[in-house]
């Protein structure tokens, strides 16, 4: 729905690079290996940014990830804000700087979708169901799952080139408009419907 999930600028501290995902905490995706990349992050330099990461939604691996967050030492940069309602969603995606979406596979991703939308840039596992959608260099960043080291140096090469992740971005909005809007995904319906 582009009327929902559009680009819109909020106010926030500029000094802070937010990083964000949201998703179901469940055992499918990658939570673990973006808590471990952050935290690989967080022990580098990247120019002197301070960093927050920010993970929508609620499930049964809840407890473990808030309890790796504080093994790690990250949990003062660590939010969950638990499960968003779709109207809420929007603002959540527009706060982020960079989208990550760890994952082990996903059937069709629609949160990449609402964020390809809302022009953000995304690092992405390269995995079915994303590898069709974001396109290494173009429309996105891909990474191997569970490979936090690779994770963290995809994030790292966006929070140090502003002109890759506006590109990038630019290229993920005109992506969402061309193929994945509601007109558009009836139309492709209706099509296959009315053979």
């Given amino acids: 729905n ?37 935290a690989i992050l967080m022990a580098a330099e990247n120019n002197g940014k301070k960093m927050q990461l920010n993970i929508a939604g609620d499930g049964e ?6 309890a790796l967050a504080a093994k790690l030492n990250i949990s003062g940069h660590v939010v969950f804000s638990g499960m968003l309602e779709e109207k809420d969603l ?27 939308a809302c022009k953000k840039p995304v690092v992405a596992s390269d995995v079915d169901g994303i590898n069709n959608m974001v396109k290494e260099g173009i429309n996105g960043l ?15 090469k966006l929070i140090a080139d ?23 995904m009836f139309d492709s319906y209706k099509a296959i419907f009315t053979k």
Avoid at 162 to 184: D, G, I, P, Q
């Fill in 162 to 184: 502003k002109n890759m992740r506006h590109s990038l971005a630019e290229n993920a909005y005109t992506n969402a408009l061309e193929k994945f809007s509601n007109k558009k």
């Fill in 142 to 156: 891909l990474v191997k799952p569970k490979q936090p080291q690779l994770l963290a140096n995809a994030i790292a």
């Fill in 2 to 38: 582009l009327s929902l999930f559009r680009p819109f600028s909020q106010l926030k501290d500029e000094n802070i690079v937010h990083i964000g995902m949201q998703s179901r905490l469940s055992v499918t995706k990658d939570h673990g290996t973006l808590l471990e990349a952050f």
């Fill in 61 to 66: 691996c809840r407890p473990a990830l808030e």
């Fill in 90 to 116: 929007p603002a959540f995606i527009n706060n982020q700087d960079i989208y990550v979406h760890a994952s082990l596979g996903e059937t069709m991703s629609t949160a990449i979708m609402q964020v390809m």
